[in-house]
């Protein structure tokens, strides 16, 4: 089945021409099943970039997914067109009255800032509360992780001080290969990681409920699984393009960073040849994993939330 995304969104073609999927609104309309409504609370500056890489893996399982994107209505970033946001996005104000199959919280580039420094701070915490009676299953990632896991646990977040930001591609273990989310999914599994701030094991373990289901032994937590409040927590970007993290190193030597090369990124570490997508698999793997397990848990009728 295909992902349903708004007439004339950027990222429809760039999924059309990789094979994936796609059907239009209007064309969604008119078929008589219930499709998966899941919604993205896109908090990344690059908005039209993040659209993609998570529609291209919400796209490729079996089920139509009906996909909203989301804006916070307190704040609104000057990195995407106006014109992009008001035609394809809904303000959470807009669509706090609804009720949907699954709810994603992306990263963000203000790991630095204490959480109550964030602009729309308040209105996050808002959301996440809401998202526990709306929502049947929540996924947050990288710093949307850290922002909901601090919120609904008291976790708190580190900066990382050895290195300029833990950045590379990073080997992780499975630690949890039976459930739902790590079915089919490597013992050792690669995960583009781009964050400077952490968190730790440590501040997690006393915390009843909370499972970690993929670890690296130098980038920490990669994954963790709140099964009772059908919350997830990725800190890390397994849906990032190939390219990605290139851009990343690029935009940051121009800007007169301290940067270090990405770890296990380049061939033979030289950023002049292209690096290869080794994470790809598992990326559909796990997001396949969690669209098949809210489709198989969630009620048929979202009233009954």
Known sequence: MPIRVPDGLPATETLRSEGVKVMRESRAEKQDIRPLRIAILNLMPLKIATETQLARLLGTTPLQVDLTLVETSTYRGTNTASEHMDAFYRAWDE????????????????????????????????????????????????????????????????????????????????????????????????????????????????????????????AGLGLLADDANRRFYMFNHLEYDSQTLREEYHRDVKAGQTIVLPHNYFPNDDPAQTPPNKWRSHAHMLYGNWVNWVYQNTPFNLDDL
């Open 95 to 218: 669509v706090r009255s609804e009720r949907f199959d699954g709810f994603m919280v992306t990263g963000a580039p203000i790991e630095t800032l204490e959480f109550q420094d964030v602009k729309y701070w308040p209105e996050l915490q808002e959301i996440f509360d809401w998202t526990t009676t709306n929502v049947f299953s929540m996924f947050a990632i990288c710093w949307g992780a850290q922002a909901a896991l601090n919120h609904f646990n008291g976790v708190p977040k580190h900066l990382i001080t050895e290195v300029p930001k833990r950045f590379g591609i990073f080997e992780h273990q499975n630690l949890a290969p039976s459930h739902p989310l790590m079915q089919g999914i490597a013992d050792l599994f690669e995960i583009p990681v781009s964050r400077h701030t952490e968190n730790h094991r440590a501040d997690v373990e006393p915390i009843d409920g909370l499972t970690v289901l993929a670890e690296n032994e130098t």
